[in-house]
């Protein structure tokens, strides 16, 4: 019996060695996804948050025009009190978008500001950033888009009606 022992020893070894690397880069990718996952989530919701800040800042008068460039200062105030130290990796831009007007009032624009963020995610386990990566793979970073869009808030001038 004792022979028959010695022979098996070195198979559970040897299957060990081939299955371990597969077993290991499966629950790399498992955890990769999470890590994904909760920056995508990280980044849905900075690009609401700035749109919301945007819709709320953007229009000084009454049926005015919104000022983009105020837009985009408050959101990169915004981005600096939220990410601190990583905010210069961390992209934002910022649109405004007439999307009709009102019919009661000629002069008062429906507007919307679209916030896009692109944020920069580290990948961390070995062997994942050859699938998972983006561009240029070497770098190990995949980088997350997200869009949010909130229409702009403005008051009626009571003398827009005609």
Known sequence: MSKIRR???GQVTA???LILPVFMLMVFFVLEYGNIAYHSIIANHASYEFARIGSLVGVKKP???P???VITQKINQAKQKVF???AGSIGVSVKVETTGTDPMYKRHRHEDVVVTVTYPVRLMFPGTSYVLASEPRREGVRRIKATARMPVEK???SSDSQ
């Open 63 to 65: 049926s005015g025009r």
């Open 15 to 17: 299957e060990l060695m």
């Open 84 to 86: 601190g130290s990583k």
């Open 7 to 9: 022979k098996c020893g």
């Open 155 to 157: 008051a009626y001038l």
């Open 67 to 69: 000022d983009r460039t």
